[in-house]
């Protein structure tokens, strides 16, 4: 069984302090959502408030379309995994999956049978005898997953539960945790800071910068067609060049500034004369390339196996990194290099709005 997720105008304060700002939006039932932004923009706020740790100063939270409000958290629908994890080390982890149905009185036999129904779905099925601290971090992982998924949610919640996991580790637990949500079907809310972990696993991603939400997409959506400058920079790698538009035409804009003139798209459909920032990936740049050129000097290069991040200075003191692929020759460091970008690659913006 699996339920949408509502938002309403949610607003969450403590005192005089908005951790939440009327945050709405529908999370479908069955979809991989994720909540990514830096440390303090409110989503573990949201997610304490979806699962009735907290509650909510103004608005609302529906599950499945019924309001949350007065509803505890042991009550609700959800089921919550902490970046802690929180397993008994002293139990084992047959003990650990099947603690949340022996507190609810489930009989031994039918527990042992959802236990091990569980330890097969997370491929830890001749592990239940051991101790918890037997396990490697991803195994105390599935661990947690399991404990969570035997008490039938509606919803799981997950409090950036592979911060503590080494790079490989945690790669290869995202597929993991995809490929179970998967199975089972239900809803799953994921809170992370890592925008790898977000494009790669979710259906959908709200982007969230001091409280509110600034965009929300799949991962195509907010990578490739960012809405807002906080998003623009904090989503992956961006080049940014500032400026006023000195033309604008047909979804097209020119933008002027201290660099020169370059062209982009313009889907906010900016004003001419409008203050704008220009953004372009790294990997939209091409050394040589003809349009929209820039003069620069090599200040830095990054070999990194497949890729090579080459870091560069122009004229007016710019700093600009390209992103080369397998194959592609960096210039020297210190030399001259021109480069440019096609206008389909770019994007015009306005600033970062300041409170």
Known sequence: MTADVELDALTVRFGTFTAVEQASLRIKGGEFFSFLGPSGCGKTTILRTISGFIDPTEGAVRIGGQDMRGIGANKRPTALIFQSLALFPMMSVADNIGYGLRVRGVAKAARQKKVDELLNLVALGDQGAKKVDELSGGQRQRVAIARALAVEPQVLLLDEPLSALDLKLRQHMRNELRAIQKRVGITFIYITHDQGEALTMSDRIAVMNRGRIEQVGDGRDVYDAPRTAFVASFVGENNAITGHLAEVAEGMAVIEGPLGRFRATNPLALKKGARAILFVRPEALRFGAADNAIAAVTSE????????????????????????????????????????????????LPPQQAD
């Open 301 to 348: 290069i990054a070999y990194e196996g497949n890729l090579t991040h080459v870091g560069l200075r122009a004229a007016d003191g710019t700093h600009l990194t390209v992103l080369l692929g397998a194959g592609e020759t960096a210039p020297a460091m210190d030399a001259p290099a021109s480069f440019g970008f096609a206008a389909a690659r770019a994007i015009v």
